[in-house]
């Protein structure tokens, strides 16, 4: 179970509801380890999602059968495409392939989130160009 919690002088409290009702499930005087990690920024991690909905939203149906109606499968070649993988042989393929990496709280720091989110953007941007002006893109992501 992880918690996202926030120091006060009053000690550690739950930051959103699903936190506190994880806390809830805590049987008082027993002991727990935490490992302390400074969090990600959560909102601009969902920020990142929809980035990935608008996009997916915004290409034409071409691409979305290219992507073979994977949103998932969309967002990992978006990250690739903006320089975000791991290179792994494929013993079955016989060739160097191309990971997506992992972009968990424990992988990925903040500054180097916001250059992936930023890279993502433009690449996700040239794939719908003709499909949707950058300013009605940019419009839509101002909501979030």
Not at 30 to 55: M, Q, S
Not at 125 to 144: K, R
Request: aromatic share 16%; glycine share 4%.
């Amino acid at each position: 179970m992880r918690l996202f919690v926030k120091n006060t002088s009053q000690g550690l409290i739950p930051m959103y509801d699903e936190d506190y009702e994880n806390k809830k499930r805590l049987k008082p005087n027993e002991v727990y380890r935490v490992d302390v990690v400074k969090a990600r920024n959560i909102d601009f991690h969902r920020k990142y999602f929809a980035l990935i909905n608008i996009g997916w939203e915004y290409l034409n149906e071409e691409q979305v059968r290219f992507f073979k109606n994977n949103k998932e499968g969309f967002r990992k070649c978006v990250q690739i495409a903006a320089g975000y993988y791991n290179l792994t042989y494929s013993i079955k393929r016989k060739e160097w392939v191309e990971e997506s990496v992992s972009i968990s709280f424990e992988k990925m720091d903040e500054f180097e989130f916001k250059d992936l989110y930023n890279k993502v953007r433009d690449v996700i941007f040239s794939l719908i160009e003709g499909n949707v002006s950058e300013e009605e893109f940019l419009y839509n992501l101002a909501d979030f």
